[in-house]
C-alpha cells in the first residue's frame, strides 16, 4: 500500500470514496475514524486522513483523483514549505520551547 492522497476536508474525503468504489478501485482511508473523533483545527500529522491504494493501482488512482479535480497535491509531492527541508510544525515548536527554556 503507497499513501496517495490527504483531501482536505471530509466532503471531499466521501466523495472520493465514492468515485473509488464506483471505479472499483480498493483503497483504505488511513486514520478514517481516528480523525472524527477529535473536532477541532486539522492537523496535519495528527489527524489527517490519507488515501493509501496498492502498488499496482496507484498509477490508476492518480489519474482518478485527477480527473475530478485539476489542482491536486499527491502525497509523493512536494507541497509550499514541506518536503523540501523548511521547517515543520515539530521544528517550530522545538524551537519555540527552546527560546521560552533557554535551551
Known sequence: ??????????????????????????????????????????VGRFNAKTIMVPDDVFEDARDLILSVREDATFEDESRDGEGDGGPGILDAVRDAFARIFGR
Do not use: Q, R
Open 1 to 42: 500500500m503507497k499513501k496517495l492522497y490527504t483531501p482536505s476536508d471530509e466532503s471531499e474525503l466521501v466523495f472520493l470514496k465514492s468515485v473509488f468504489e464506483a471505479e472499483g478501485i480498493p483503497f483504505v482511508v488511513l486514520n478514517d475514524h481516528f480523525g472524527s473523533l477529535y473536532s477541532g483545527i486539522y
